[in-house]
Each structure stands twice: as structure tokens, then as C-alpha cells.
Nanobody
Framework: QVQLVESGGGLVQAGGSLRLSCTAS????????TGWFRQAPGKEREFVAA????????ACADSVKGRFTISRDNAKNTMYLQMNSLTPEDTAVYYC??????????????????WGQGTQVTVSS
């Protein structure tokens, strides 16, 4: 059983940057592919980015490509999401999630086995 805890959210002005962290416990972190999702008020949860267990393969949504970067440090059991050039449309609760397979880099919410509690990101105009 893997537990995930997000941190790093907050309030930032448009054009600014934030780095989110997701720290895992209770399992061998490299055995899990992981991802970031977000959910804005009144909207469905949507895929942001994902990374394989080794960190060698990544995927990201078109809406964040070129602005957000996903990475991980397995020695620290932590995944990161570097978010640059933020816009008010990026305002949402950001969740990290893990799949019980290191190679499953997927956009599908239903494939993820474990979820964090979320961290709020608010971008002001």
C-alpha cells in the first residue's frame, strides 16, 4: 500500500512558477509509474503529466506542454511537477497518483491505484 502526499501548492500571479512535490511511503517507489492530475471547480479531473518508474519515459497534456515538467527522484521517493508561465486556467487542485506497474505511463484516471489528497494551486490574473 502506497501513501502519497502532495506539497508545494499556493497562490501565484500569472506568469509565475511553482514546483509541486509528491512524496511516497509504504512501497518501493521505482516500482510505480506516477502522474499528476488536476481538477478545477465544476470540472472533471484531468490528466496533466505522467512518468515511468525509472523516470525514463514521460507524457504530458497538450495544455501544459512546454510549460510544465514532470520528474522524479527515486532516492527521495519523490515526484515533482515544475510549473512555469502559469495562467489563471491552471487554477485547480492538483493530485498525484501511482500505478502498481513501473512501465504504465497512462493518461487514464481509472488506471491509477493510489491517490494523494491534493494541493491547491491558485493563479491570479
Amino acid at each position: 500500500q502506497v501513501q502519497l502526499v502532495e506539497s508545494g501548492g499556493g497562490l501565484v500571479q500569472a506568469g509565475g512558477s511553482l514546483r509541486l512535490s509528491c512524496t511516497a511511503s509504504g512501497g518501493t517507489f521505482s516500482n510505480y509509474a506516477t502522474g499528476w492530475f488536476r481538477q478545477a471547480p465544476g470540472k472533471e479531473r484531468e490528466f496533466v503529466a505522467a512518468i515511468s518508474g525509472s523516470g525514463g519515459r514521460t507524457a504530458c497534456a497538450d495544455s501544459v506542454k512546454g510549460r510544465f515538467t514532470i520528474s522524479r527522484d527515486n532516492a527521495k521517493n519523490t515526484m515533482y511537477l515544475q510549473m512555469n508561465s502559469l495562467t489563471p486556467e491552471d487554477t485547480a487542485v492538483y493530485y498525484c497518483a501511482a500505478v502498481g506497474s513501473p512501465s504504465t505511463v497512462t493518461v487514464r484516471t481509472g488506471r491509477y491505484d493510489y491517490w494523494g489528497q491534493g494541493t491547491q494551486v491558485t493563479v491570479s490574473s
